[in-house]
């Protein structure tokens, strides 16, 4: 199986590059092959946000033959976590595609284009691979890590205090927020390729604190994962 391993940013990777052979180019939009625990193995650092994210998965798509992403990093939770969890992605959505009304805001459901038509029309949300997705969940409680599983919440703007977090949780009750996910899942959609997606949470989405955040943690959890994960395959 040929897997295609993407994370938006250098510190977000360093145990996990260090296990692939060779180990991967550490540059932005560089693409490595390599092997980890016997499989194949493209990687690379999309950049942070929507447009980069998408960016590199179709640099993947459209150069390699890939049977599976995994879209890993850090994110922020909304509820029921602490730092140093592990997220897995049930459904992508983007948080703020969509038209602001008097009556508040509304999907692009509301405003009937739907951002991709194939067989069904989507709208805001993109399902992840079930499997897959069940089988990290696994993988993370193997290794002792708490791990929630379900809606993620793709932004454009993060959310700095209790108030905003709370809304977009609220959009598609929402347990894990980021900057790439929808976007990855949307392009590999667009392309039939399955996509999974594991965070490690640096924080609780509250009044922006980052002496309370925990990155290295985070990292070091969800590099563990995707490692184990990809064992597991």
Known sequence: MNLALIAPTLPETGELRREIRPQPDEELKIISEGELHGKSIMFTHCGVGKVNAAHSATLM??????????????????????????????????????????????????????LLKNEREYFNTFHMDRIRSQLAVKAAG???????????????????????????????????????????????????????????????IEKREIKKWN???????????????VKRI
């Open 61 to 114: 798509l459209e150069n390699y033959d890939v049977d599976l992403v995994i879209l890993f990093g850090v994110g922020g939770a909304y509820k029921n976590a602490r730092t140093g969890d592990i997220a897995v992605a049930q459904r992508e959505n983007y948080a703020e595609e969509g038209i602001l009304t008097e009556d508040g805001w509304k999907s692009m459901e509301f405003t009937g284009f739907p």
């Open 142 to 204: 193997d290794l002792g890590f708490n791990t929630i599983y379900g809606n993620f919440i793709t932004v454009s703007q993060c959310s700095g205090t209790r108030e905003i977090g709370e809304l977009m949780k609220n959009r598609f009750n929402g347990i894990c927020e980021n900057m790439e996910g929808a976007a990855v899942a949307h392009i590999c959609i667009m392309y039939g390729i399955p996509v999974i997606e594991i965070r490690g949470i640096s924080n609780i």
């Open 215 to 229: 990155i290295p943690l985070a990292v070091s959890n969800c590099n563990k994962v995707v490692s184990e994960l």
